[in-house]
């Protein structure tokens, strides 16, 4: 199995990006998908998730700004990612939770798959 995310770059503050993570090596129609983000020196963190049926749940620094959906029949998820801010800047990586059917969740932990991970930059 691998989620081969793309999508990364420079950009300025008030711009956008979008990520694309596509998956093989088995489907994730009833999975869940999410991205997560490690900032240098920092931890990573949760930025947005979104259930087999479709929920969506965000961290409270990118909601109204960022937006995640799926394409089941490409087996990708993407992360549309407008009004970015320098602080958006980190590796982004795009994960997926090994168990059909299974709740949402922000904890790292519970997702057995991750990809390798894209470059965002933002400059002020």
């Known amino acids: 199995v691998q989620l081969q995310a793309s999508g990364g770059g420079l950009v300025q503050a008030g711009g956008s990006l979008r990520l694309s993570c596509a998956a093989s090596?088995?489907?994730?129609?009833?999975?869940?998908l999410g991205w997560f983000r490690q900032a240098p020196g920092k931890e990573r963190e949760f930025v947005a998730v979104?259930?087999?049926?479709?929920?969506?749940y965000y961290a409270d620094s990118v909601k109204g700004r960022f937006t995640i959906s799926r394409d089941n029949a490409k087996n990708t998820v993407y992360l549309q990612m407008n009004s970015l801010k320098p602080e958006d800047t980190a590796v982004y990586y795009c994960?997926?939770?090994?168990?059909?059917?299974?709740?949402?969740?922000?904890?790292?932990?519970?997702?057995?798959?991750w990809g390798q991970g894209t470059l965002v930059t933002v400059s002020s």
């Open positions: 994960v997926a939770d090994g168990r059909p059917l299974a709740p949402i969740t922000i904890r790292p932990e519970q997702y057995t798959y």
């Open positions: 090596g088995r489907t994730f129609s009833r999975n869940v």
């Open positions: 979104v259930s087999w049926s479709g929920g969506t």
